[in-house]
C-alpha cells in the first residue's frame, strides 16, 4: 500500500556528500520529512529516498548543513505528468492526425464516373453538383433514390443510377437508355440512287422499278431504282424502292510526309518538385516555383495515401518531374516514311468506303525533302442510296 501511495505522490533520490553525510538524516528525522533506503556511498557519502513534495526543501537544508547533492532519478506520477507536459505535441500529435484523417474520409474528395458513354462527364458531374453532390460533400448524407431521381429527371438519357461511397472516395455507376433501332417506313415514297461512280457487278431488285443493269457505269447521283410504278389501271403509283446495287469503285488517295524532322535528345538533367493535395488545395513543398532547365518535359505521378484496411485520404503526394532535352533534327528514311503513310492512307481509304478492297497499289515519289504516296484502289461495294421520290420532291 506504502509503494502506491509512493508511486501516486512521486519520489526523488538524493545523493548527499560533505563531513559525516549521515548527519543529514538526523536533520530529516528533526524536520519531519519522510525518507527511505539510505545506503551509505563507498563512505564519501549518502543517498536516499524523499517525497517529491520534499525535494526543494531537503536541498535547502542540505545546502544549510554544507552538503552537496545530487539527484540521481525520479520517480511517480508526477515525473510522468512532467514529461507528458514537455513533450505536449509529441504525444498528442499522432491521435491528433488519426481522428482528422478519420473525420477527412468521412467526406468525399474524389467521383469516379463509369457506365456513361454519351453523357460527358463534365455534364453528369454539374448535375450531382446542383443537387448536393460534390467535392466536399459527407458520404453518410447522399439519399441514393432521391439523388437517382432527380440525375434521371434532369438527364433522361440515363435509365439507372447508383452512388457507391468507399471512404473518399464516390463511384459513380449510370446505365443509359438503349435507343430503339430506326425502323423504316415502307410507306413512305422512295428513289435509289447511285452514291458513287462505279460499274454495277450485282443488282437485285425487291421492290421498285429497275433503271439499269449489271455491267452499266453509273454516275454519282443517277437513279437505279424507282419509286414510280405504273399500275394495270394506268395510274401512278408510288413505292418505297428496295434492293441492292453493288459495284466497283475506284480511289485515288494521296498524302505527303517530310523526310526531316525535330526529335528530343534527353541530356539527363531532371528537376523534381513535389507538392501536397488535399482536396482541391494544393500545398507546394518546395519554395522556388521556377525551372533552371531550357527546355524539358514535365511528367506528373500522384500517390494516394491511405489509413489501414484500405481507407482512401483526400491526400495525394504530387510529384511533377522535369526531363530536359536538346531538340535536334534528324532525317526518317524513305522507306520508314513510306510505311508511314501507307498505312494512313489504309485507313483513309477504310473510312471512306463500305466495302472491300479488290486491290490496292501505291506510288511513292520523292520531291524535294517531301515524300509523296499515292494509294490507287479498285472496290467492290454497296452503292445504293435511299432518297425522297425525286418527281415528288419537284412537285
Not at 539527484?71 to 505528468?81: D, E, S, V, W
Request: charge should be neutral; charged fraction near 25%.
Amino acid at each position: 500500500m506504502r509503494g502506491i501511495l509512493d508511486m501516486i505522490r512521486g519520489t526523488a533520490r538524493l545523493k548527499v556528500t560533505g563531513a559525516r553525510p549521515e548527519r543529514m538524516l538526523n536533520i530529516l528525522a528533526r524536520e519531519g520529512i519522510w525518507f527511505s533506503r539510505a545506503e551509505s556511498e563507498d563512505g564519501a557519502g549518502i543517498s536516499f529516498t524523499v517525497l517529491h513534495s520534499d525535494l526543494k526543501r531537503t536541498r535547502r537544508l542540505a545546502a544549510q548543513a554544507y552538503f552537496e547533492t545530487e539527484l540521481l532519478r525520479h520517480a511517480g506520477l508526477p515525473t510522468i505528468a512532467q514529461r507528458v507536459k514537455r513533450r505536449f505535441a509529441i504525444y498528442l500529435l499522432p491521435p491528433l492526425l488519426l481522428l482528422t484523417a478519420f473525420v477527412l474520409s468521412l467526406f468525399i474528395w474524389e467521383i469516379e464516373i463509369t457506365g456513361s458513354e454519351t453523357i460527358s462527364d463534365a455534364q453528369l458531374l454539374s448535375v450531382l453538383e446542383e443537387n448536393g453532390v460534390g467535392i466536399g460533400t459527407m458520404g453518410l448524407t447522399i439519399d441514393r433514390e432521391l439523388l437517382r431521381d432527380k440525375v434521371i429527371d434532369a438527364l433522361p438519357q440515363i435509365s439507372w443510377m447508383t452512388v457507391n461511397v468507399s471512404g473518399c472516395k464516390a463511384e459513380v455507376i449510370v446505365r443509359e437508355r438503349i435507343e430503339p433501332p430506326k425502323t423504316i417506313d415502307i410507306k413512305q415514297p422512295m428513289d435509289i440512287i447511285a452514291a458513287k461512280t462505279g460499274l454495277i457487278c450485282e443488282l437485285s431488285v425487291f421492290e421498285g422499278l429497275k433503271q439499269t443493269d449489271k455491267g452499266v457505269t453509273v454516275l454519282q447521283g443517277e437513279l437505279l431504282i424507282s419509286g414510280t410504278m405504273p399500275s394495270i389501271s394506268g395510274k401512278t403509283r408510288y413505292v418505297h424502292s428496295q434492293g441492292i446495287v453493288k459495284a466497283r469503285t475506284w480511289y485515288e488517295i494521296s498524302e505527303k510526309i517530310p523526310l526531316e524532322y525535330i526529335s528530343k535528345r534527353y541530356t539527363g538533367e531532371t528537376e523534381t518538385k513535389k507538392s501536397l493535395l488535399i482536396g482541391n488545395y494544393r500545398l507546394n513543398l518546395y519554395l522556388n516555383g521556377g525551372i533552371s532547365l531550357d527546355a524539358c518535359d514535365k511528367i506528373i505521378y500522384k500517390e494516394r495515401l491511405s489509413l489501414p484496411g484500405g481507407i482512401l485520404l483526400p491526400i495525394e503526394i504530387v510529384t511533377a518531374e522535369y526531363r530536359e532535352y536538346i531538340a535536334e533534327p534528324v532525317r526518317m528514311s524513305e522507306d520508314d516514311a513510306a510505311a508511314i503513310l501507307k498505312s494512313g492512307l489504309t485507313r483513309k481509304l477504310q473510312a471512306q468506303t463500305k466495302g472491300e478492297p479488290l486491290s490496292l497499289e501505291f506510288e511513292t515519289a520523292q520531291n524535294g525533302e517531301f515524300l509523296t504516296v499515292t494509294l490507287r484502289a479498285e472496290c467492290m461495294e454497296d452503292i445504293g442510296l435511299t432518297v425522297p421520290i425525286q418527281q415528288l420532291a419537284k412537285e
